[in-house]
């Protein structure tokens, strides 16, 4: 089976060798059914950026008079939507993606199941096409979060294929800090510490989207779990370092392709003098390469140039660590990667919840041709990233459920975040919550 | 208690390297140019002599295997593939630092430097561009009495090879070379011409070959350079620098320096400037030629390579590094001149050594410094070098062979050096006698045998003086040859050589010329 990354200078690539995700998924009885349709190198929130079309949403609002095949055209989200549509409509148990900037919650939201981004270095990336290195996950989409944990545990362990794998001892170090975290799950919400970021609910947050989330906010407030407000000031800034950091490394990564060794080669014309590389590879890759990778490859090129370096990509991973230090300071449980082993500070959250999304799944545009460009029922695509990159960011553990209907009558997705190396407490937290009613 | 006041041995090299550094300084007047002050810094790629690549376990290949036979998808940049530190460069990569008495950064990092080229797949190649692996280190050059500063020294990924094929009007590529590790060390502007450079890499490469973390072949690519090239007049400050790429002969970066020195003051004296740009040699004409201007150089984009971890390097482990550090040739060169060598057998000894193998991951291969240590144990150093520059060495030149020939063991030599030294094997005094006749033996028949016991199945073991056919040999040379008899009687003992050599005819060879020698001698009182 070809691994296109539904793009056209895969179009026909076969991979000599199985990623160890899959590897692993199949010795433990897995029966790989198909790939799925994806953004185009993973670059996309809606799914639209694909050489195969877009994916279109398989929800149908219970309100709708229509029959299923004349829904409403709506996107899945992206750039996982063919693995969250997948799932949706039933037709695997479910399909792992890939979660960059929130490739995998963003979609899981649109379409209304559970989506889990484990923390970085969790999961394997062995045979995973890059995207950006330094916040690819490989994570799991399903219809329950016991579906998504089934998957997750056997996904979950060390690989030394990938050098950015958590040794064991780091899991360890993890694991032995989240025991001293105070909270049980089989105590049930008793006991747990939920905050809610203030900078997670901007203006481009659509009214009905908040419904929901605030009814689940009661749910588990009236159920024993603490609600604290917290603040991460440096959230406003991290979609700009997010697109600077993503597309810098995108663009490092997609210098690959150039159809000499393998996918996709465009001869250039007659008379082209072949002697400068460039002119050999200039046809190839504007032909292989949709709009939105060719805009990120211009995107991350010049933000890696030697007069843009320290004010972009210097910045960004300044602001990288804002983040990430924002993080750390309000969760009770220590981030093990940075800080000397302490104890659990009694102040801090266990986890964090926020809406997945700032609205419900937006309309697809009707024809193929209009996908290509700016639509005004298409927001601005990068906004819709603004609540999922910080956690991507950071590394850390966030989880996608549906958390009920907005008034549109298409799902909602809260998501759960949690320190890195917490990936089992949001799976048990996102469980504990999908039992809420409404949800 | 009063301890002993020392000088540690570094502090002494430090003082005087700063006393060689401060002579450097002065300007020095070259014939060639006298008016002129040339500065020469020189970046040296060494390919690493690892098993396996530097971030793939495909092996290593060399010049001899079919192009694309050693290539994993990680190599060919495959997608989904990601890169693993081989610790075995990191070692070599030590050592080397260790050698050129560089200080080990405890944390080093992997940049990806991108350009686009057919024979870098990945389309960018990872090195050490914003943290080396090791700073601030130095080579002493021997015979010119310089001690040149060493910048640093970082990994890097080697690339593939293209070739163009212009009648066909395509490019072939063969990626056995892409990924291997190279060493990149990069001097500073300490050298002051062709000579100075010619050394400083002839040094280093035999430092690097001592060691065993490059096999530093520059016909066969896996040692290159870069060179950086000014002049100024005498006082001025140092003038504007172009490098001169790729070059692969200690010979030709000489010849092409001396063509850049030349070209940078013809345009000087002329009224016009150097402009700073990167050239490329020609070595049919002699000269270089401009490759691209300052303005056309390409913007590598550096950018940290998010998939690998920054290396960090302890105290313990550059001890232990230290400790398994095979002996540097300077360290060489002063023991066996210890032991009584003179100066011209411990170059001989060292030069051959240098041919000696480099084998895979800092594996000391076994050179002629080696066979003679292990000869030398428990006999004279002198008599055994003697053997080996002289005699082995000697035939080994005749048959057209080197000494990595050689199939003779040190317990063999060294039983023949005994048998000789202990008079119980004729020769060693006259030409052509039993001990050189064995050695040949045994280079012309492979075995294991030893020379004393190929000596008694030959009948060359000595014929002790009390045995009376010795006694009759030499009854019978006198007769044979009464007016030297006579000559030798009237106390003409030079004579005695004629009668000695027809003593040692009779015996073919077998008798101690010296007991033959004192027998005539009472004989003809």
């Not at chain 2, 060639?32 to 098993?51: D, F, L, M, Y």
Request: proline residues 6%; neutral net charge; aromatic residues 8%.
């Amino acid at each position: 089976m070809p691994t296109t990354c539904s793009s056209a200078i895969l179009r026909n690539f076969v991979s000599p060798f199985d990623a160890t995700v899959v590897q692993l998924l199949q010795a433990a009885g897995a029966q790989v059914v198909g790939k799925s349709n994806c953004d185009e190198f993973g670059m996309g929130s809606l799914n639209t950026y694909s050489i195969y079309g877009p994916v279109v949403n398989p929800y149908q609002a219970p309100t709708s008079p229509e029959s299923w095949a004349v829904r409403e055209r709506r996107s899945a989200g992206g750039s996982s939507g063919g693995s969250a549509a997948a799932v949706a409509a039933g037709m695997c148990d479910i399909a792992l993606a890939t979660d960059t900037g929130g490739s995998i919650r963003l979609p899981a939201s649109y379409c209304g199941v559970v989506g889990l981004k484990p923390s970085y270095g969790i999961v394997s990336r062995w045979g995973v096409v890059s995207y950006a290195d330094s916040l690819d996950c490989v994570g799991v989409l399903a219809r329950t979060a016991q579906d998504v944990k089934k998957a997750f545990d056997v996904l979950n362990v060390y690989d030394d294929k990938d050098p950015t794998a958590s040794r064991p001892d780091v899991r360890r170090r993890a694991s032995e800090a989240v025991q001293k975290s105070h909270w049980n799950a089989e105590d049930g919400l008793t006991g747990l510490r939920i905050g809610v970021p203030q900078e997670y609910f901007p203006a481009e947050l659509l009214q009905s989207t908040l419904t929901p989330v605030r009814r689940m906010l009661e749910n588990l407030a009236s159920r024993g779990a603490a609600i604290i407000p917290v603040s991460l000031p440096s959230t406003r800034f991290a979609l700009s370092a997010y697109y600077v950091i993503s597309s810098a490394e995108a663009s490092s990564n997609m210098a690959r392709y150039d159809g000499i060794q393998f996918g996709s080669y465009v001869e250039p014309p007659a008379g082209t003098n072949k002697a400068k590389t460039s002119n050999v590879y200039a046809y190839t890759r504007a032909a292989g390469f949709g709009p939105e990778v060719q805009r990120r490859i211009l995107l991350g090129t010049y933000a890696l140039t030697a007069d843009a370096f320290d004010n972009y990509f210097l910045q960004a991973q300044r602001v990288r660590k804002l983040v990430r230090a924002d993080f750390n300071r309000v969760f009770s449980v220590p981030n093990v990667l940075f800080s000397t082993p302490s104890l659990p500070s009694d102040a801090g959250v266990h986890v964090l919840l926020h809406p997945s999304t700032i609205r419900t799944a937006p309309r697809l545009p009707l024809t193929a041709n209009q996908t290509r460009c700016n639509n005004e029922d298409t927001l601005d695509a990068y906004v819709q990233d603004v609540l999922t990159v910080p956690a991507s960011l950071a590394g850390l553990p966030a989880m996608s459920i549906p958390a009920g209907l907005g008034e549109d009558g298409w799902p909602v997705g809260v998501s759960i975040v949690g320190q890195w190396g917490c990936d089992d407490m949001v799976l048990e937290v996102g469980s504990l919550c999908a039992q809420l009613p409404g949800c | 208690m009063l301890a002993r006041v020392r000088t540690p041995r570094r502090f002494k090299q430090i003082t005087r390297y700063t006393r060689l550094l401060h002579a450097f300084c002065v300007p020095q007047n070259d014939s060639r140019w006298p008016e002129w002050n040339v500065v020469i810094g020189i970046e040296v790629h060494a390919q690493i002599k690892s098993r396996s690549k530097l971030f793939s376990d495909t092996w290593t290949s060399d010049y001899t295997l079919p192009p694309n036979t050693r290539v994993s998808p990680y190599d060919a940049a495959f997608p989904g593939t990601l890169p693993l530190l081989n610790p075995r460069c990191v070692e070599l990569g030590v050592r080397t630092a260790l050698a050129l008495n560089a200080k080990i950064e405890p944390r080093s990092a992997f940049d990806r430097k991108h350009y686009f080229y057919a024979d870098l797949p990945a389309g960018y190649q990872i090195t050490q561009y914003y943290a080396p692996l090791a700073t601030s280190g130095g080579l002493r050059l021997e015979n010119r009495e310089k001690y040149v500063r060493i910048k640093q020294i970082q990994l890097e990924q080697d690339t593939g090879k293209s070739t163009f094929d212009s009648r066909e009007g395509i490019s072939a590529i063969d990626l056995n070379r892409a990924g291997t590790g190279l060493m990149e060390i990069v001097s500073e502007p300490d050298l002051r011409s062709p000579e100075d450079a010619g050394e400083y890499v002839r040094t280093l490469q035999a430092l690097v070959r001592s060691i065993g973390s490059s096999d530093g072949n520059m016909e066969q690519g896996s040692l290159r350079c870069d060179v950086n090239v000014s002049v100024n007049r005498h006082g001025a400050p140092h003038g504007t620098r172009c490098e001169i790429k790729n070059l692969n002969s200690v010979k030709f970066m000489m010849v092409a320096i001396t063509s850049e020195v030349r070209r940078q003051i013809d345009l000087l004296e002329s009224g016009r400037a150097v402009a700073q740009e990167t050239r490329g040699f020609n070595e049919d004409k002699a000269e270089t030629y401009s490759l691209r201007s300052k303005e056309d150089a390409p913007d590598y984009r550096y950018m940290p390579d998010p998939n690998l971890p920054p290396l960090l390097i302890d105290e313990a482990y550059v001890e232990k590094m230290r400790n398994e550090m095979p002996e540097l040739p300077d360290a060489t060169r002063a023991r066996l001149q210890a032991l009584g060598l003179s100066r011209r057998d411990t170059d001989v000894l060292m030069e051959v050594d240098s041919g000696r193998e480099v084998r895979f991951d800092g594996e000391v291969g076994r050179g002629a410094v080696a066979y003679f240590d292990q000869i030398s144990q428990g006999r004279d150093p002198k008599v055994v070098v003697n053997w080996i520059t002289h005699e082995l060495l000697g035939q080994l030149a005749f048959r057209r062979e080197t000494f990595s020939d050689n199939h003779i063991s040190a317990e063999q030599l060294g039983d023949l050096i005994d048998i000789v030294q202990q008079g119980r094997l004729t020769g060693y005094v006259t030409p052509g006698t039993s001990g050189k006749t064995l050695l040949r033996h045994m280079l012309d028949h492979c075995s294991e045998e030893m020379p004393s016991k190929l000596a008694e199945k030959f009948s060359l073991l000595a014929v002790s003086s009390d045995d009376s056919a010795l006694e009759r040999w030499c009854a019978e040379a006198i007769a044979a040859l009464p007016q030297e008899a006579d000559a030798v009687r009237r106390g003409n003992d030079k004579v005695i050589n004629k009668i000695v050599g027809r003593v040692m005819k009779s015996s073919r060879g077998t008798a101690n010329a010296q007991a033959v020698r004192a027998i005539l001698l009472k004989m003809l009182q």
